[in-house]
């Protein structure tokens, strides 16, 4: 008899390659990292923290800095150890174990495993053919869960809610409506002011995507003060140390740097999708993220991933229902994008494993 719950004994590892590819667009990441000269100034307000004291709790600085780029009050704000501890934090504090929450498939897998975790069930809403959210789907699903997480723009699809739909959801789900809103900076479109005047909608942000602070582990919520209030009990304390906190107030008031990059990867996103729309057999779905996910109609997906591999070039790899024969490429550098497509197009016209020169 095993001393671990056996819906955690039955969870699969959570694995993304992390190997050091020639070219690695495979976990949405910013492409370029965080300048030396804005580093530096990081480590200096480190060193002269007290580093045998206890962090700041209510982390004043970072969250002073993140209502003046939200345009909202700092009571409205909730920070912690990433967006997973955001979401592990919103199913403690709305979810007992066995009830329910919705979200859609294909979606952020995190959702379902932390939730899964907790013995919470899942209620997972089919994406309609063309990967738009089925709103009527999502609405009867939600008649009894306590909680409905979506992202917008979705990952691993890039598509997104509409400011009506959410509104729709908002105006018959009576549970707590969760937007992912990772990737915001990318698609430029927000439910911030709806969340303004509607309760219980709750915003999910992060520092790991546009930011380019995924080796940091920072994240945080938005939503009306009481709700925050009592959402904040049930957070971690201490989780957000001094590294985070100076890292995070540091870059958003020094935003000039990774708003110019992510006017290149908006940019970028567009020639690159342009550019698989004319690949014989390459099927891109439109994208407002940092990514787009392309179907491989001649070639099987985890071949062409292998023989991408094989020539440096790591992309994801779901293989999971509704996703078998797609692939998703983060939207890189131009000089990565390019790399990409020449190996794309070398191993779709029968060029082998030998990778090209570029």
């Known amino acids: 008899m095993s001393i671990i719950k056996s819906n955690v004994c039955c969870l699969s590892d959570y694995h993304v390659e992390q190997c050091q590819a020639r070219v690695k667009l495979n976990q949405n990441e910013l492409p370029l990292d965080i ?3 804005l580093k530096e100034e990081v480590v200096q307000k480190l060193s002269r ?4 004291r206890y962090p700041s ?3 004043f600085g970072l969250i002073a800095a993140i209502a003046e780029y939200a345009g909202i009050p700092a009571n409205d704000i909730v920070v912690g150890n990433g967006s997973n501890e955001m979401i592990q934090t919103l199913l403690y504090s709305t979810c007992d174990s066995g009830d329910s929450i919705v979200t859609v498939q294909p979606g952020f897998s995190m959702y379902k495993r932390i939730a899964s975790v907790m013995n919470i069930a ?10 738009a959210f089925d709103l009527d ?3 009867e699903a939600g008649k009894d869960a306590r909680l409905m997480i979506l992202a917008t723009p979705n990952n691993p699809t890039g598509t997104t809610l509409t400011l009506t739909q959410i509104k729709q959801l908002a105006g018959e789900f009576l549970g707590l409506l969760v937007l992912d809103e990772a990737y915001y900076e990318f698609s430029r479109e927000t439910a911030l002011e709806i969340s303004r005047e509607m309760e219980h909608i709750i915003i999910l942000r992060t520092f790991s995507k546009a930011l380019g602070l995924a080796g940091l582990r920072l994240g945080y919520m938005l939503g009306k003060e009481e709700l925050i209030k009592d959402i904040r009990n049930a957070r971690m304390p201490f989780s957000v140390g001094h590294f ?3 890292a995070g107030e540091h870059i958003l008031k020094n935003r000039y740097w990774w708003q110019q990059k992510v006017n290149m990867i908006i940019e970028e996103r567009g020639s690159l999708y342009q550019e698989l729309t004319g690949i014989e057999g390459i099927c ?5 993220a940092n990514f787009i996910l392309f179907e491989s109609q001649n070639i099987s997906a985890s071949e062409l991933f292998q023989n991408l591999f094989n020539r440096g070039v790591i992309v994801r790899w779901f293989g999971t229902p509704g996703l078998e024969n797609m692939l998703r490429v983060t939207i890189g550098t131009a000089e990565e994008n390019d790399i990409f497509l020449n190996e794309l197009n070398s191993i779709l016209l029968g060029g082998g494993d030998e990778p090209d020169t570029v």
Not at 49 to 52: D, G, K, L, V
Not at 122 to 131: H, I, S
């Open 122 to 131: 899942v209620k997972e809403v089919p994406l309609l053919q063309d990967f």
């Open 49 to 52: 923290e007290c580093w045998n």
């Open 35 to 37: 300048p030396p000269e």
């Open 284 to 288: 891109p779905i439109p994208s407002k």
């Open 244 to 246: 985070q906190q100076i």
């Open 137 to 139: 789907g999502l609405i």
């Open 57 to 59: 709790d209510d982390s």
